[in-house]
């Protein structure tokens, strides 16, 4: 026991494994992570099987990685633990100096006489010291007195703080690790769905996509409700970078899309001699509309969101947005082909006929309407508030640790003939600069001080 | 004035103020240091000024791509000199490190760096964008002060005897201090911007704190090294050479994180 705590309270370890770890951290940047056993058979050959046997593949899950996780977390603990004790008895059981000859060894120090009594340069030094903000202890014996003045003491600690906030981060990694999960839910319109692992379900009551003036995606926004037995418990609009919490599962928006297998389009009807066109219908791809007083069957047959021509002249979508939306009508007068051509929504002076019929009849593509839906990322992760609290603490010791150095200032005052004589010493380890300066001040002060 | 025009008169100022801190560095005179100063100082001005107006021009925060990124970076490293050369007077480390600022500008201002504000996609939308990125660069600009005064520190040290012994302001131990000081502003900096406020964003946006993402752990790997810088000179009392050998490693693994991450691995961050 003895010798497991005096190894992992060595910084050496934490030097060994801090290198050790960073390599392996940067390991892992240069195997891709989480492909396919085949993927990896395509790249590396034979080797692929070594380094998925090694767990490289996946190298931050791997046994080995969590493995030196947790050896620097029980050295991050025994080092802060092992070095605490001392630390509290200086913060809180400050030793005060009665040697003379102890001053000598301090690294800031001035050996000088005043004309005022013993108790007047008590009190001045006092009031001089209390102004700077330090904390005073004092201790008098045979004449002598003895003051120990203190500020930022607290800073002492920066150290452990940093420490205890990264092993509550680690902590919070392994329980997110564990714990976590995630799920995507798509929702098309006014559509329910139960969140797994949940008793209530998700509505979906509005969902819209907020595009810039050049085209490209703004924002997404779900209006989604928690339902529970029938019953709706909450709605609100969530959107990418703003989710919403409900008892510990947090939904976020992470995607979109549309439901283009039959869409709805309205299509403008006239005569090639008249303008404007006199007459529109709406209806679903795929189905058939009858314009009745006019003989007129139309026949919307294919629909694509981004229309373009492959190398061998066949249609195709590009993507899955509707950047070109296009649909392939045919349409009968009388029973007779009187159209069959491309529309494009967008680009109606590109509007294809075939030529073989011979009508005045005139198409138009004026507007679709396709079911979209929201795909909403459920995500459940107990690690979280862990991880925001040991941020907060590692912020707060590397403050402490950097920005709140402790000064110690020793004085001892005895009467020396006709004169007082003064001891004065500072122990610094930090920011030497600004301390000397302070203590060249106070020096300063009191020599003015009556 | 166009925002362009106001980042050329910064370049240019930059351009002036390392030619008199170069001056000063082979005549020893310090007026030539002191102009120098003042002239950067007025470049940095300027620069805020092209900040702000490319701003308030496209609405959002002065860093969603590689030339507002260099921008910003290299203000951020103006800042830095600004400050520090303010507090301890390191007037020789001045014209490398301005050095360094000319060359984010030139890469910035290279006809390969896209210039135009494009709308930012809905990830991007987010204030923990500019709490993220400004408080990450503002870091690294400390860990660059850092880079140049251990870089001069290695130079220097193994010929201390001869003709450092006169040089008085900037003695090897004095440079040894100043790159602990710009680590212990830089590492504050960068675990807060860099590591903290990247993990809050990533969570609003995408629902994980943590994803391993080359970024997210190049990142890491930065903050180790530093970590590193500090126990070994903390605890170890290693000082001066090995020191300055870390905090040199420590600026490259931040620059790799920067630049490297983009172009050579693969990872959610590339629309920067
Ligand atoms: C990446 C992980 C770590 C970080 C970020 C970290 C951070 C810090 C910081 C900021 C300081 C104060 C430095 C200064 O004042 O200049 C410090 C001091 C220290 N650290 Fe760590 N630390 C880490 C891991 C460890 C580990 C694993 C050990 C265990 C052996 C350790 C042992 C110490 C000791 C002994 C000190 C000096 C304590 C003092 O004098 O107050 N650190 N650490």
């Known amino acids: 026991m003895k010798s497991f705590i005096k190894l992992f309270s060595s910084v050496k370890l934490a030097i060994f494994l801090l290198i050790v770890i960073t390599l392996a951290t940067i390991l892992g940047t240069l195997v891709p992570q989480g492909g396919s056993p085949e993927a990896y058979k395509e790249k590396y050959g034979d080797g692929a099987a070594v380094l998925i046997n090694l767990g490289i593949t996946r190298l931050y899950q791997s046994p080995w990685y969590l493995t030196l996780l947790v050896l620097f977390s029980i050295n991050i603990t025994t080092c802060s633990l092992t070095r605490i004790k001392p630390k509290f008895n200086k913060a809180f059981k400050p030793q005060v100096i009665t040697e003379e000859k102890k001053f000598n060894a301090l690294s800031l120090k001035k050996i000088f006489k005043s004309h005022q009594p013993v108790p007047r340069v008590k009190g001045n030094l006092k009031e001089i010291l209390r102004s700077k903000g330090y904390k005073i202890r004092e201790k008098s014996e045979q004449g002598r007195v003895y003051l120990l003045a203190r500020k930022r003491f607290l800073g002492l600690f920066g150290s452990d703080t940093v420490h205890l906030g990264i092993l509550i981060v680690i902590i919070g990694g392994f329980i997110s690790g564990a714990a976590g999960s995630r799920d995507n839910l798509a929702l098309t319109l006014k559509e329910t769905k139960p969140v797994p692992g949940a008793d209530f379900s998700l509505k979906l009551n509005k969902f819209e996509t907020l595009y810039y003036p050049d085209g490209s995606v703004k924002d997404w926004k779900s209006t989604l409700s928690i339902i529970k037995n029938d019953q709706r418990i909450l709605t609100k609009t969530i959107e990418v970078n703003h989710p919403l919490s409900y008892k510990g599962f947090i939904f976020y928006q992470s995607g979109y899309g549309w439901d283009w297998r039959n869409p709805q389009v309205e299509i403008m009807i006239g005569r090639k001699t008249e303008n404007p066109f006199s007459e529109s219908v709406r209806i679903k791809v795929g189905e058939k509309a009858l314009i009745k007083d006019k003989h007129i069957e139309i026949n919307p047959m294919y629909f694509v969101p981004d229309f373009v021509l492959t190398e061998e002249n066949k249609v195709t979508s590009r993507s899955l947005e509707p950047n070109n939306p296009a649909v392939y009508v045919k349409a009968l007068e009388k029973g007779e082909l009187a159209f069959s051509g491309w529309l494009f929504l967008k680009y109606p002076e590109f509007n294809t006929r075939d030529s073989q019929v011979n009508s005045n009849l005139s198409l138009n593509f004026k507007d679709f309407k396709a079911e979209s839906y929201s795909v909403i990322q459920i995500a459940k992760d107990p690690g979280v508030p862990f991880i925001w609290t040991g941020c907060t603490f590692v912020m707060l010791g590397l403050f402490l640790a950097f920005y709140f150095i402790p000064r110690e200032l020793k004085f001892l005052i005895k009467k020396e003939s006709q004169n007082t004589k003064i001891y004065a010493g500072g122990i610094v380890k930090k920011a030497k600069d600004s301390f000397k300066k302070e203590f060249d001040q106070i020096i300063l002060l009191f020599r003015e001080s009556k | ?272």
């Open chain 2, 1 to 272: 004035m166009t925002e362009s025009t106001l980042f050329l008169i910064a370049f240019i100022l930059y351009g002036f103020s390392a030619a008199f801190y170069f001056a000063f560095l082979f005549s020893e005179k310090n007026v030539w240091a002191k102009t120098g100063y003042k002239i950067i100082f007025t470049g940095f001005i300027i620069h805020t000024a092209a900040l702000v107006l490319r701003t308030l021009e496209s609405g959002h925060a002065p860093f969603t791509n590689m030339y507002e990124s260099l921008s910003f970076l290299a203000w951020c490293g103006a800042f830095a000199y600004v400050s520090i050369e303010g507090k301890y007077k390191i007037r020789k480390a001045g014209p490398y490190f301005i050095l360094i600022i000319i060359v984010l500008m030139a890469i910035a201002s290279s006809p390969l760096m896209p210039k135009e504000a494009k709308p930012l996609m809905p990830a991007l939308q987010s204030y923990w964008l500019w709490l993220h990125v400004s408080v990450t660069l503002l870091g690294e600009a400390f860990f660059a002060m850092a880079f140049v005064t251990s870089i001069m520190y290695l130079i220097a040290e193994p010929k201390k005897t001869a003709r450092f012994k006169q040089n008085k302001g900037l003695t090897p131990e004095r440079l040894d201090f100043i790159s602990y000081r710009c680590i212990a502003v830089g590492f504050p900096l960068f675990t807060l911007g860099g590591l903290i406020f990247g993990m809050i964003w990533a969570y609003k946006a995408w629902g994980r704190y943590w994803g391993w993402d080359p970024k997210e752990v190049w990142s890491l790997i930065t903050w180790f090294v530093f970590a590193l810088y500090l126990h070994t000179r903390l605890v170890m009392g290693w000082k001066g050479k090995r020191s300055a050998v870390i905090a040199v490693i420590g600026f490259l693994a931040a620059m790799f994180t920067y630049f490297g991450v983009n172009y050579l691995l693969a990872g959610l961050h590339s629309y920067i």
